[in-house]
Nanobody, 125 residues
Framework: VQLQASGGGLVHPGGSLRLSCAAS????????VAWYRQAPGKERETVSC????????FYAGSVQGRFTISRDAAKNTVNLQMNTLRPEDTAVYFC???????????????????WGQGTLVTVSS
């Protein structure tokens, strides 16, 4: 049972990246899934989350309108499409999953019991 985050890389300001959180050994659709990020010297913060089975989503104010979270049930993944990237989006991005039917916005960081390893996103010219 594990999560694997991928898709990070180096992109110019204004560019796009698509992160993927892939699950193995369990069905990701049964879980609330969140994306967090941690920039150097800063605390980990919530970026976005999606409730079990394509339920309600949440976006941090700093990414609202630029990022989109979605599920791909066939691939057992949750994706984060990131557009109009800014230098301040530079961070290591983590995905996390928790088996719960609660709206994902109510699930606290410490309640997620399965985490991916993180993927680095660098936005720089």
């Amino acid at each position: 049972v594990q999560l694997q985050a991928s898709g990070g890389g180096l992109v110019h300001p204004g560019g796009s990246l698509r992160l993927s959180c892939a699950a193995s050994g369990f069905t990701l659709a049964d879980n609330a899934v969140a994306w967090y990020r941690q920039a150097p010297g800063k605390e980990r913060e919530t970026v976005s989350c999606i409730t079990r089975a394509d339920g309600p989503t949440f976006y941090a104010g700093s990414v609202q309108g630029r990022f989109t979270i979605s599920r791909d049930a066939a691939k057992n993944t949750v994706n984060l499409q990131m557009n109009t990237l800014r230098p301040e989006d530079t961070a290591v991005y983590f995905c996390a999953a928790e088996v719960t039917g609660r709206p994902c916005v109510l699930v606290k960081q410490h309640e997620y019991d399965l985490w991916g390893q993180g993927t680095l996103v660098t936005v720089s010219s």
